[in-house]
Every structure is written in structure tokens, then in C-alpha cells.
Nanobody
Framework: QVQRVESGGGLVQAGGSLRLSCAVSERTFSSYAVGWFRQAPGKEREFVASIDWNNRPRYADSVKGRFTVSRDNGKKMSYLQMDSLKPEDTAVYYC???????????????WGQGTQVTVSS
């Protein structure tokens, strides 16, 4: 079974920071693209950030300049560093991965449990 395990969420005040982690259990992780998504209560799941096999990032406009996505192929991990957090960032955050960035961006899942990020004002 493919595993995508998110961690690092929590409760933080506005302006604070969190670092989320995504563990990807794939033998050939270095060839995978990783995508980060989030879903707030009553809202659609939305794209947050991604990083491809060549370490090229992309970001949603809403988080650009505040979030940084990275990867560590040796640890088979992707990280989402979230700075200057806002209450509107409150959501459950998910990751997914595939050899194709296009597949990742289709946001079809399957999805894990995600990790809750709550930003208080």
C-alpha cells in the first residue's frame, strides 16, 4: 500500500510558524513529485504547494512568500515550512505523491488522515 503520512500540525497564534512533514514510502521517491493540499471546514480541498523530482517548487498565490516547500530524498520526506501564519490558513493539511506532477495536481488521492493546523487570532 502506498503511504503518505503527514505530521507537524498544531495550534499556533497568527504570525507564528509551523513545519509540516510528509513521509512518502516509495522505493523510488527521488523520481516522485509531492503535492500539499488543505481543506477547511465547509470548503473545497485546495492546492497549497508542490515540488517535483527536479526540486522545482510551485505555490498557490495565497501562500506565496510565506510557505516554502522542500524535499529530502535521503529521508524520503517533503517539508512545508509555514511562516507568517494567518487564521485563514486553518485547515487539515494533506500530502500526496506520484511520479507525475500532473497526476499529483489532479488531487485525486487517496488521502491519509492529514494533520490539523489551527491559527488563532
Amino acid at each position: 500500500q502506498v503511504q503518505r503520512v503527514e505530521s507537524g500540525g498544531g495550534l499556533v497564534q497568527a504570525g507564528g510558524s509551523l513545519r509540516l512533514s510528509c513521509a512518502v514510502s516509495e522505493r523510488t521517491f527521488s523520481s516522485y513529485a509531492v503535492g500539499w493540499f488543505r481543506q477547511a471546514p465547509g470548503k473545497e480541498r485546495e492546492f497549497v504547494a508542490s515540488i517535483d523530482w527536479n526540486n522545482r517548487p510551485r505555490y498557490a498565490d495565497s501562500v506565496k512568500g510565506r510557505f516554502t516547500v522542500s524535499r529530502d530524498n535521503g529521508k524520503k520526506m517533503s517539508y512545508l515550512q509555514m511562516d507568517s501564519l494567518k487564521p485563514e490558513d486553518t485547515a487539515v493539511y494533506y500530502c500526496n505523491a506520484d511520479r507525475s506532477l500532473l497526476i499529483v495536481l489532479q488531487a485525486r488521492g487517496p488521502w491519509g488522515q492529514g494533520t490539523q493546523v489551527t491559527v488563532s487570532s
